[in-house]
């Protein structure tokens, strides 16, 4: 594809921010104080929320505006395919998830550490995927989307992904991994984002036609991440309304984000 090196930059951000996330380990002393986990949390729910509405289930009902009132059928679809194969996910894969003494998924006897990586690697998929299939769109034209809306996905992505990264890399390093130890399992928590992304783009060609079933899946597995995850972990405990008040800045950055940039 020749102009996949001009994309490579937009597939490569959100990987970066949870990079850039888990170097905090080397400059901050203490884990994150619950509430700032909370706000973090909230934040990043924000942005997915908005990223799933604005960057890919509107796309999706647009690319099919001549089936009129019946639009929303291949969007609801896929959206629903994508609920459910994060579903399958959550049952077949051992993980932890952040603050939770009790694993789900099938019994394990996996470190906890490794489970906590897992939990943080499950909810990246569905991220590199909506990153993937934006620039996918993007590569063959065949999806209502512009150079600047898949670059204000990447974006927005890769903002909620930094304090992901911190939130993995920190508990890790107080649990007894080492700095180098925490920050490499942040950083591979992460790198299942860019090689998702580029599988998606090596299939663009081929997903041509399914396309409004691609961007609503993605959207689907991302609500699926933010209800059934982060929501609770954002709620848990008392002052929850600072995980609230965030997931409102992260809406109005990525809505915002889109709507400038697209």
Known sequence: MSNFAQMLPGLLIPFIGTAAGSGCVFFMRRELDRTVQRALTGFASGVMVAASIWSLLIPAMEQVSGMGAMAFIPAAAGFWLGILFLLLLDT??????MNAEKAEGPKSRLARTTMMVLAVTLHNIPEGMAVGVVY???????????????????????????????????????????????????????????????????????????????????????????????IPEMSEGEHSNVGVIAFAAGFTIMMALDVALG
């Open 92 to 97: 077949i894969i051992p993980h932890l998830h």
């Open 136 to 230: 996918a769109g993007l590569a063959t034209g065949s999806a209502e989307i512009t150079a600047g809306g898949a670059m204000a996905l990447a974006l927005g992505i890769a903002i909620q992904n930094f304090p992901e990264g911190a939130i993995i890399s920190m508990p890790l390093h107080a649990q007894g991994k080492s700095r180098t130890g925490a920050f490499l399992d942040g950083v591979l928590s992460g790198a299942v984002e860019p090689a998702g992304a580029f599988l998606t783009i090596l299939a663009a060609a081929r997903i041509v036609p399914a396309m409004p079933y691609f961007l609503s899946f993605a959207a689907g597995a991302m609500m699926y991440v933010v209800v059934e995850e982060l």
